[in-house]
T-cell receptor
Framework: DTGVSQNPRHKITKRGQNVTFRCDPI?????LYWYRQTLGQGPEFLTY????????KSRLLSDRFSAERPKGSFSTLEIQRTEQGDSAMYLC???????????FGNGTRLTVT | GQQVMQIPQYQHVQEGEDFTTYCNSS?????IQWYKQRPGGHPVFLIQ?????EVKKQKRLTFQFGEAKKNSSLHITATQTTDVGTYFC?????????FGTGTRLTVIP
């Protein structure tokens, strides 16, 4: 079990630039989640996939955010035209279907200057 | 929308004292999960409660799910410095997991 892998670990970008993060879940897990966490807060749900289908997207997520999981394995999260308010830790988690526990990656810390 | 609140937000205890964090949901939950996040780390799953009134124990940790399935608690007996971190409850919504605001525990040796 190699765990959930996220790349890059850190990303510093200038406001207005696009960024893309990658998540490789645990291989047998068919659910994949993206969360955002800011300092002192709990993880905030962004979106989740069941295999390659994106089943739910938070209403808090603006149109600048898009996520894909094209083959039901790894996933990417893209943020277009980044803003300073996007600075946060972006966490990916995977699980077996249903209400199974989530296994989190180490996250990608985004800093928008 | 679904909200899961936790109290207290912070707790400082002397090593050996007990600690409790409470979790309250605005809606009935199908189940609740608890996670621990060490400083600089990512959330790690501790336990899941499914049944109304369920109580589970893991060594010094006791987890409880309320009768109405809208609240839960985590109690740690005789805290140790290894218990330091933020404890989150997470409730299952329609198809995803909503995390509480967390309780940050500091243990003073």
């Amino acid at each position: 079990d190699t765990g959930v892998s996220q790349n890059p670990r850190h990303k510093i970008t200038k406001r207005g630039q696009n960024v893309t993060f990658r998540c490789d879940p645990i291989s047998e897990h068919n659910r994949l989640y993206w969360y955002r966490q800011t300092l002192g807060q709990g993880p905030e749900f962004l979106t989740y996939f069941q295999n390659e289908a994106q089943l739910e997207k938070s209403r808090l997520l603006s149109d600048r955010f898009s996520a894909e999981r094209p083959k039901g394995s790894f996933s990417t999260l893209e943020i277009q035209r980044t803003e300073q308010g996007d600075s946060a830790m972006y966490l990916c988690a995977s699980s077996l279907a249903g209400n199974s526990p989530l296994h989190f990656g180490n996250g990608t810390r985004l800093t928008v200057t | 929308g679904q909200q899961v609140m936790q109290i207290p937000q912070y707790q400082h205890v002397q090593e050996g004292e007990d600690f409790t964090t409470y979790c309250n949901s605005s809606t009935t939950l199908s189940n609740i999960q608890w996670y621990k996040q060490r400083p600089g780390g990512h959330p790690v799953f501790l336990i899941q409660l499914v049944k109304s009134g369920e109580v589970k124990k893991q060594k010094r940790l006791t987890f409880q799910f309320g009768e109405a399935k809208k609240n839960s608690s985590l109690h740690i007996t005789a805290t140790q410095t290894t218990d330091v971190g933020t404890y989150f409850c997470a409730g299952t919504g329609a198809n995803n997991l909503f995390f509480g605001t967390g309780t940050r525990l500091t243990v003073i040796p």
